[in-house]
């Protein structure tokens, strides 16, 4: 469940066609905040799915789309921050979909220390939500918690910390509880 907890109204965008571009593929949580954004905007913008936030920033300067929502969590967001060619224009918090750790639901025994990917910004949840019957292996990464959901079907890797809408699209069950991250999104526009 997506909860809205705060809202900074966010400035129109200078120029450019109305979209909004943000990290994918689809189940993201970026791809939820967008979805949340475009309700504040007129006519209902659609969302773009990069697969890195800097490809959507790209954009952005490109004036393929006309907003960028980036996680405050992300660990590269004082890029966007510190460019001299876009600009703040808003900001709100919102929970991400439900996170947690998952695994094919087709697949069969896994080992004490089975392989986990994950985006590198929720490392910290695979030691929280990891079930005790198994040791914390080192973690991989992805561009995105839907691409680590992808790894894990296409049998890559044995679990993946993810979100529900993503596990859900890659045919994946849940070995683990779940949580949601409560995160700041920030809005970005061409100056």
Request: aromatic fraction near 6%; hydrophobic fraction near 40%.
């Amino acid at each position: 469940m997506t909860i809205e907890l705060g809202w900074i109204d966010v400035r129109p965008a200078p120029a450019g066609p109305p979209a909004i571009g943000t990290l994918g593929p689809e189940g993201t949580s970026s791809e939820q905040a967008a979805r949340l954004l475009r309700t504040r905007l007129p006519d209902g913008p659609p969302v773009v799915l990069r697969t890195t936030y800097e490809q959507a920033m790209e954009d952005l300067k490109a004036g393929t789309v006309s907003h960028v929502v980036v996680a405050n969590a992300y660990r590269d967001i004082h890029h966007f921050y510190m460019a001299d060619d876009i600009a703040l224009a808003g900001v709100f918090v919102m929970d991400t979909p439900l996170y947690g750790i998952a695994r094919r639901a087709d697949g069969g025994p896994l080992s004490d220390r089975p392989s986990v990917v994950t985006h590198p910004s929720p490392r910290p949840l695979v030691g929280q939500l990891l079930p005790g019957a198994y040791q914390l292996p080192d973690v991989a990464t992805a561009d995105s918690t839907s691409q680590a959901a992808q790894a894990v079907a296409e049998r890559r890797y044995d679990l993946a910390l993810t979100t529900e809408p993503a596990a859900t699209r890659h045919g994946l069950r849940f070995i683990s509880r779940l949580r949601p991250i409560r995160m700041v999104w920030s809005v970005f526009v061409r100056t």
